[in-house]
Protein backbone atom coordinates (compact mmCIF):
# COMPACT_ATOMS: atom_id res chain seq x y z
CA UNK A 1 0.00 0.00 0.00
CA UNK A 2 1.20 3.33 -1.17
CA UNK A 3 1.47 6.52 1.57
CA UNK A 4 -1.00 7.77 -0.89
CA UNK A 5 -3.69 5.11 -0.66
CA UNK A 6 -3.16 4.52 3.17
CA UNK A 7 -3.93 8.32 3.92
CA UNK A 8 -6.77 7.78 1.23
CA UNK A 9 -8.34 4.61 3.58
CA UNK A 10 -7.99 7.02 6.33
CA UNK A 11 -9.44 9.78 5.12
CA UNK A 12 -12.01 7.50 3.98
CA UNK A 13 -12.82 6.02 6.97
CA UNK A 14 -12.88 9.21 9.37
CA UNK A 15 -15.59 10.23 6.72
CA UNK A 16 -17.74 7.59 7.41
CA UNK A 17 -17.01 7.30 11.11
CA UNK A 18 -18.48 10.77 11.45
CA UNK A 19 -21.09 10.26 9.03
CA UNK A 20 -22.19 7.74 11.46
CA UNK A 21 -21.86 9.88 14.55
CA UNK A 22 -23.70 12.60 12.65
CA UNK A 23 -26.26 10.01 12.06
CA UNK A 24 -26.63 9.97 15.94
CA UNK A 25 -26.70 13.88 16.19
CA UNK A 26 -29.24 14.10 13.68
CA UNK A 27 -31.67 12.05 15.74
CA UNK A 28 -30.80 13.17 19.26
CA UNK A 29 -31.06 17.01 18.21
CA UNK A 30 -34.06 16.34 15.62
CA UNK A 31 -31.71 18.35 12.94
CA UNK A 32 -33.47 16.63 10.21
CA UNK A 33 -33.18 19.56 7.97
CA UNK A 34 -29.67 18.15 7.75
CA UNK A 35 -30.93 14.86 6.27
CA UNK A 36 -29.23 15.67 2.83
CA UNK A 37 -25.30 15.95 4.54
CA UNK A 38 -25.95 12.61 5.68
CA UNK A 39 -28.31 10.22 3.43
CA UNK A 40 -28.51 9.69 0.27
CA UNK A 41 -31.66 10.65 -1.53
CA UNK A 42 -32.97 6.78 -2.13
CA UNK A 43 -31.79 5.89 1.10
CA UNK A 44 -33.49 2.65 2.89
CA UNK A 45 -34.39 2.04 6.10
CA UNK A 46 -35.12 -0.81 8.41
CA UNK A 47 -35.60 -0.19 12.00
CA UNK A 48 -38.33 -1.63 14.94
CA UNK A 49 -40.14 2.26 14.05
CA UNK A 50 -41.05 0.67 10.48
CA UNK A 51 -39.02 0.56 7.20
CA UNK A 52 -39.12 3.74 4.58
CA UNK A 53 -37.69 4.36 1.28
CA UNK A 54 -36.30 7.64 -0.01
CA UNK A 55 -34.89 10.28 2.07
CA UNK A 56 -38.33 12.89 2.74
CA UNK A 57 -40.23 9.17 4.10
CA UNK A 58 -36.91 8.13 5.86
CA UNK A 59 -37.35 11.67 7.58
CA UNK A 60 -40.95 11.53 8.12
CA UNK A 61 -40.60 7.92 10.12
CA UNK A 62 -37.18 9.58 12.57
CA UNK A 63 -39.74 12.68 13.09
CA UNK A 64 -42.58 10.47 14.06
CA UNK A 65 -40.61 7.90 16.11
CA UNK A 66 -38.01 10.30 17.99
CA UNK A 67 -40.11 12.67 19.89
CA UNK A 68 -39.10 11.98 23.40
CA UNK A 69 -38.22 14.36 26.27
CA UNK A 70 -34.47 13.34 25.67
CA UNK A 71 -32.78 11.09 23.62
CA UNK A 72 -29.44 9.77 23.61
CA UNK A 73 -27.98 7.49 20.56
CA UNK A 74 -24.18 6.09 21.81
CA UNK A 75 -22.60 4.53 19.15
CA UNK A 76 -19.53 2.61 19.37
CA UNK A 77 -17.43 -0.33 17.48
CA UNK A 78 -17.99 1.19 14.06
CA UNK A 79 -16.33 -1.31 11.62
CA UNK A 80 -15.85 -0.17 8.01
CA UNK A 81 -15.12 -2.31 4.89
CA UNK A 82 -14.21 -0.23 2.50
CA UNK A 83 -14.57 -1.23 -1.76
CA UNK A 84 -13.63 1.60 -3.71
CA UNK A 85 -16.77 3.76 -3.49
CA UNK A 86 -18.83 1.69 -1.24
CA UNK A 87 -18.76 0.63 2.19
CA UNK A 88 -20.59 -1.96 4.76
CA UNK A 89 -20.32 -0.93 8.20
CA UNK A 90 -21.26 -2.26 11.23
CA UNK A 91 -21.55 -0.50 14.53
CA UNK A 92 -23.50 -1.18 17.71
CA UNK A 93 -25.36 1.49 19.48
CA UNK A 94 -27.18 2.06 22.86
CA UNK A 95 -29.99 4.44 22.76
CA UNK A 96 -31.95 6.42 25.58
CA UNK A 97 -35.55 7.83 25.13
CA UNK A 98 -36.87 9.88 28.01
CA UNK A 99 -40.20 10.24 28.76
CA UNK A 100 -41.46 12.02 32.06
CA UNK A 101 -40.15 10.19 34.68
CA UNK A 102 -39.72 6.87 32.13
CA UNK A 103 -36.89 6.04 30.50
CA UNK A 104 -36.00 3.07 28.29
CA UNK A 105 -32.63 1.95 26.73
CA UNK A 106 -32.43 -0.45 23.92
CA UNK A 107 -29.00 -2.06 22.99
CA UNK A 108 -29.20 -2.53 19.00
CA UNK A 109 -26.81 -3.43 16.07
CA UNK A 110 -26.67 -0.94 13.46
CA UNK A 111 -25.80 -2.27 9.91
CA UNK A 112 -25.08 0.81 6.97
CA UNK A 113 -24.01 0.89 3.28
CA UNK A 114 -21.96 4.26 2.49
CA UNK A 115 -21.52 5.49 -0.90
CA UNK A 116 -19.07 7.90 -2.56
CA UNK A 117 -21.00 10.70 -4.04
CA UNK A 118 -20.16 14.29 -5.62
CA UNK A 119 -21.00 15.50 -2.03
CA UNK A 120 -19.03 13.25 -0.07
CA UNK A 121 -19.79 10.03 1.67
CA UNK A 122 -23.82 9.25 2.30
CA UNK A 123 -25.50 6.28 4.09
CA UNK A 124 -27.54 4.84 1.44
CA UNK A 125 -28.98 1.98 3.71
CA UNK A 126 -29.60 2.06 7.39
CA UNK A 127 -30.81 -1.41 9.14
CA UNK A 128 -31.46 -1.65 12.98
CA UNK A 129 -31.34 -5.04 14.84
CA UNK A 130 -32.78 -5.32 18.34
CA UNK A 131 -30.30 -6.92 20.84
CA UNK A 132 -31.92 -5.90 24.34
CA UNK A 133 -34.07 -3.60 25.82
CA UNK A 134 -34.21 -2.18 29.44
CA UNK A 135 -37.53 0.00 30.91
CA UNK A 136 -37.84 1.77 34.00
Do not use: C, K
Request: aromatic residues 6%; glycine residues 8%; negative net charge.
Amino acid sequence: MTDTTLINDLTDRREISDLVSRLGLWLDEGRFDEAPSILTDDVAVSTPGGQAQGIERVIAQARRNHQYDGLQHVISNVLIDLEGDRADVRANLVASFVNGGSVEQHGERYRFEAVRTADGWRLSRVEVEPVWLSAS
